[in-house]
């Protein structure tokens, strides 16, 4: 990849990630506080789901932290079985 693509995809992923902050911190801290009548929450999922969604994210991301530690220390340990010591 050329210099130009990779800022082109840092850029994205920068700000990708900054509208995606941006609105859940909107969803998460200040709707609470907007009327329920308003128009501005058909913008946004119910509330419980700004919890939700989060827990499941991190519930998965630590599976899968932990399944590949495991992976690795299994086949570590195997392969310190076949080594004798003098």
């Known amino acids: ?3 130009k693509q990779d800022k082109a995809i840092g850029a994205t992923l920068l700000l990708s990630s900054a509208s995606l902050f941006a609105y859940y911190t909107i969803w998460a801290l200040i ?3 907007v009327d329920d009548g308003h128009p501005l ?3 946004f999922p119910d509330r419980k789901y700004a919890i939700i969604i989060p827990v499941v ?6 599976t899968v932290i932990f399944t590949f530690l495991a992976l690795v220390m299994i086949k570590s340990n195997g392969t310190k079985k076949g080594v004798k010591k003098a």
């Open 41 to 43: 929450h058909e913008y």
């Open 57 to 62: 994210l991190l519930l998965f991301g630590l």
């Open 1 to 3: 990849m050329s210099s």
């Open 31 to 33: 709707m609470p506080f």
